[in-house]
Every structure is written in C-alpha cells, then in structure tokens.
C-alpha cells in the first residue's frame, strides 16, 4: 500500500518573452507568494504616505511664504505711514511744520490751476519766488505763505470760472466787431463774437465751468448752447450741428458740449463763440491766452 503524501505548495509562474516563442516558468513556494503580496502592498503605501507626505510640506511652504509676503507688506505700511507722519514731540507745531503745510497746500492748488490751464491748451506756470518782494520782507514766513495761500485760493476760483482757451483749436474765421455781411457785403454788420473754423461734427468744448442756462434753437444762432458761469461770465456756442448737454446741467472746463455744424444765420459749417460780461458781449481774443490784453 501507498501511504498518502502531503501535497506539495508550490505556485507556478510562467514568464513569456514578446521577442521570442519560448518561455519560461519558475516554481515557487506558494506561501513564499503570498509574502510577495504583502510586501508589493507595503511598498505602494509606503510610496503613498510619500507622496502625501510632499504634497503637504509644498502647500506648508506656499502657505508660510505667503504669510511672510503679507507681513512685509504690512511692515512696508507701517514704516510708510511712520516716515510721512509728521515727527511733532508734541500737539503744538513749529513754526518749520506750519510753514510746510503752508507749502503743500500752495503746490495742491498750484496744480489744480495748471489742469485747468492744460484743459485749454493754455501754457502752464509756476511761481519761482515764494514770498518775495518788498512789502513781505517784514513779514514772517508763516505770514508770506499764508497770504500767498489765500490768493491762490481765489485764483483757482477765478481761473475756474473764467472763459479761458479756445472752444475747439482751429483757425478763427472772423473776428470780433464790424465786419461786411457774408450774405450781403454791401453794408456792415456788429458780429458779438469769434467763428473758428471748422468740419461738420468737430467736437466743441467748454472753456470754463459753469451751469448751461440754454440748450436749443436760438434764431439766427441756430443750434446754441449758453454756458452761465461764476464772476458774471457767459459763453455762446452757435450754429451746432449737435448738442450733448441738457438745461441746468453742471458743466466742467474742458467737457464736450456740442458739435460744430452750420445751422441758423450760416453760410457753412464752422462755430460762433461768443464772451459775455454782465450779458454784454465783449472780445473772446482777450481770453483766449493768459497773456492776451
């Protein structure tokens, strides 16, 4: 009789080669297999808690470098804000500190009158001595600042709201005063202002602030726009082709009113300007340079 053998735990693995018919089969122990498993499993976890474990130390490190960015920045304030503070031991300022503000606010203002300048193609200027002249020279500094303040206070007023520069920069057609009819040049007539030249539908702009009184047809002016201004000032836009503002509107220098045309009293396109003072009409070349007399 056979006595009964104990199955053998062996596995076989066959291992075939793409580049050539035969292949291979190794034996092995099916225990030694299963440890096999084990150990590919550990080494995929293994891999894992690497890869989780370098994905959390780069969002660490973004994280931390992004707070430390912040924290310049805020440190970057804070020494801005120290250096512009001023540096007063106390709640009473020199007479140094006060001329300075005196200082910052005169250039403020001084630059606020060279825009309004620059919205009508105007040169720019700016005062050279701060001060001067014999009736200061017994005056302090803080004194000379002060009143030097106080006019250009009421100069960026009067420079605000006094017709200065040209409506549309273009050559003037006709002057100011009598001239020969365009429609009948044998007799005369008083034009109450300029005619710059100019293509139907030219911007046309505001030569100060101010608030519009009339917006529409005006006889012979056809298509007119009046601008009410401060200091008794009025300016006329005739003979628009068209008009973009309304009645009782707030105008500021510089803004695009219209568009030159040639409606009304108009043998062509182009646009009639007009200054008046206490509604009387006076020569719009006076204002159209600073320098002008």
């Known amino acids: 009789m056979f006595r009964n053998r104990k199955p053998t735990s062996f596995s076989t693995i066959i291992v075939v080669n793409k580049n050539q018919e035969e292949s291979k089969s190794l034996r092995i122990r099916t225990s030694h297999l299963k440890w096999l498993r084990h150990y590919a499993l550990g080494l995929v976890a293994l891999f894992a808690v690497l890869v989780g474990t370098v994905i959390y130390l780069v969002k660490s490190n973004r994280q931390t470098e992004a707070e430390k960015q912040q924290l310049l920045a805020q440190i970057s304030t804070i020494k801005t804000k120290v250096v512009e503070a001023p540096a007063v031991s106390n709640a009473k300022l020199t007479d140094a500190d006060t001329a300075q503000n005196y200082i910052q606010s005169i250039q403020a203002k001084l630059k606020k009158i060279n825009d309004y300048l620059q919205k009508r193609g105007l040169s720019q200027f700016s005062i050279k001595a701060i001060g001067g002249g014999e009736k200061s020279a017994n005056l302090s500094a803080n004194e000379q600042y002060a009143s030097y303040n106080e006019y250009l206070s009421r100069l960026v007023n009067s420079v605000a709201f006094t017709p200065m520069g040209y409506p549309r920069v273009s050559a003037i057609r006709s002057i100011f005063g009598y001239r020969s009819d365009p429609f009948d040049g044998e007799r005369a007539e008083y034009h109450p202002g300029l005619d710059f030249s100019g293509h ?94």
């Open 200 to 293: 139907r539908g030219d911007i046309v702009k505001a030569t100060a602030d101010g608030k519009v009184e009339h917006a529409g047809w005006n006889n012979g002016y056809g298509n007119c726009i009046i601008i009410k201004h401060k200091n008794n000032f009025e300016t006329l836009y005739g003979h628009l082709s068209r008009i973009d503002v309304r009645e009782g509107e707030t105008i500021s220098t510089g803004q695009v009113i219209g568009r030159v045309g040639s409606t009304g009293h108009s043998t062509g396109p182009h646009l009639h300007y007009e200054v008046r003072v206490n509604g009387k009409p006076v020569n719009p070349a006076k204002f159209l340079s600073l320098n002008a007399k």
